[in-house]
C-alpha cells in the first residue's frame, strides 16, 4: 500500500510540474505563426511572452492597448513587475503580432506571413517610415481575408479637388515609394519664409515639432480628414485654433530632416495617408 501511495505521489508531481508548460506551449503555437513570434491571436484573448526589457506601458503602446486593461486582466497592481518569461493575457484582436528581429524588412516580413507589402504597411500606419524597423519592433500582421486596404479606407469620389494648394511651386517629391522608403505626402520647394496657407478650414489640433517633420502644424477637418504641414520655419496658429481656408497657418523652413527649404504637405485619413495630388484643386 506504501509502494502505491508513494507512486501516486510521484505520478502527481510529475502532471503537476510539466502540464502547465505543455499548455503554455499549445497556446503559444499556431500553424500560421513562424516559431519566432512571442504573441499568438485570433482568440478573445492572447498570449505575450514577456522578453527582456518589456514594461507594461511599451507593450501597451506597441500594441495599441490601453496599460490598465492589461493589468486587469492579469490582476496586476500600478507596482507590479514583470519578469523576462513570464505570459500576460493580452485582449485579442484577430491579428497577428510579430516582433522584428535583425535584419529582417517589411518585404521580408511580408513574404514570411504570404500577405502583400502594402497590406502590410497599411496594418501598420504608427511605424513612420515602414524602410527602417527598430529590433523588437513589434508589427501587427494582417489576415489576408480580413483586412481594410488604403482603397477601402479612402473617402468618396465627393472630395476629390476638396483642398487648395497651400504653396505653389516645384514638386520636388511625390507621394509613394523612393529609393526604399515610402513618402506620406508631397514635397514642394518654396523660398524660406513663404507663407503656408490653411488648404481648408479646420480646427488645428497640432502645432509644434516633430523629430523627423522639424515645426509641423495639423489641421483637422469637419469631414474627417486632416491635413499635416512640415518642416515650418514658424509656425503662425496654435492648438485649438480654428482657421480658415487660405489662411496663414506657418512659414516655409528647412527644420527637421530635409536636405533644403520646402513645405511637407500631408493628408491623412482613417489612420492612413492618402494621395494629395488626388485631392488637391
Keep these: 500500500m506504501a509502494k502505491r501511495t508513494m507512486l501516486l505521489v510521484i505520478l502527481a508531481a510529475f502532471v503537476l510540474t510539466t502540464w502547465p508548460s505543455s499548455v503554455i506551449a499549445g497556446w503559444s503555437e499556431d500553424s500560421f505563426v513562424p516559431s519566432m513570434l512571442s504573441v499568438t491571436s485570433d482568440s478573445l484573448v492572447r498570449r505575450y511572452l514577456v522578453q527582456k526589457g518589456d514594461t507594461l506601458s511599451e507593450i501597451a503602446r506597441s500594441m495599441g492597448l490601453d496599460a490598465g486593461m492589461i493589468m ?11 519578469l523576462e518569461g513570464q505570459y500576460l493575457d493580452i485582449p485579442g484582436d484577430r491579428q ?5 528581429k535583425a ?4 518585404w521580408k516580413i511580408a513574404r514570411m506571413y504570404q500577405v502583400s507589402l502594402d497590406q502590410l504597411i497599411a496594418a501598420n500606419t504608427q511605424i513612420k517610415n ?10 501587427k500582421i494582417p489576415s489576408p481575408s480580413g483586412l481594410t486596404t488604403p482603397a477601402m479606407a479612402q473617402p468618396s469620389r465627393g472630395f476629390r479637388g476638396l483642398f487648395a494648394w497651400p504653396v505653389f511651386g516645384k514638386i520636388t517629391s511625390g507621394y509613394g515609394w523612393r529609393k526604399g522608403e515610402f513618402h506620406h505626402g508631397l514635397d514642394i520647394a518654396c523660398s524660406v519664409g513663404t507663407p503656408v496657407r490653411a488648404a481648408q478650414a479646420g480646427v488645428v489640433v497640432f502645432s509644434g515639432s516633430k523629430s523627423v517633420y522639424g515645426k509641423t502644424v495639423i489641421i483637422r477637418h469637419t469631414n474627417g480628414m486632416e491635413t499635416l504641414y512640415a518642416h ?7 492648438a485649438g485654433q480654428e482657421v480658415k481656408k487660405g489662411q496663414v497657418i506657418a512659414l516655409v523652413g528647412v527644420t527637421g530632416r530635409t536636405t533644403g527649404p520646402h513645405l511637407h504637405f500631408q493628408i491623412n485619413y482613417n489612420g492612413e495617408t492618402l494621395n494629395p495630388i488626388e485631392y488637391l484643386r
Design 72 to 82: 486587469a486582466m492579469n490582476n496586476l497592481e500600478a507596482d507590479s513587475v514583470i
Design 96 to 100: 497577428r503580432l510579430h516582433r522584428v
Design 103 to 106: 535584419g529582417e524588412s517589411m
Design 130 to 139: 515602414p524602410s527602417l524597423l527598430r529590433v523588437g519592433e513589434m508589427i
Design 232 to 238: 515650418n520655419s514658424k509656425n503662425m496658429v496654435k
